[in-house]
């Protein structure tokens, strides 16, 4: 991810910890909290001369980046704790 990718991200993060902290995204429809992010949507495809849509897009394609390595580490920093015996113990979360 460059530098570019994760100002991007982060802006539209910050953004929905904003406006979104009072929702609990598993109980509310995704319509609700899309509607919700549409201004900085709105604001980053005006700058960038892009469609709102591809903003969107790319938005997922990145916060899916993100997951995907939080869970890499997660994964690597389990395989480093030791059981009762002092052994490494394997963990996996498929």
Do not use: W
């Amino acid at each position: 991810m460059t530098d570019q990718d994760k100002e991007f991200l982060d802006r539209i993060t910050s953004y929905a910890n904003d406006v979104c902290a009072d929702i609990d995204p598993q109980k509310t429809q995704i319509s609700v909290q899309l509607e919700r992010l549409m201004p900085v949507l709105q604001e980053i495809a005006d700058e960038s001369g892009k469609s709102v849509e591809d903003i969107f897009i790319r938005y997922m394609d990145l916060a899916s980046e993100a997951m995907v390595k939080t869970e890499e580490k997660l994964q690597e920093s389990l395989q480093d704790i030791p059981d009762d015996d002092g052994n490494e113990m394997p963990f996996s979360f498929h």
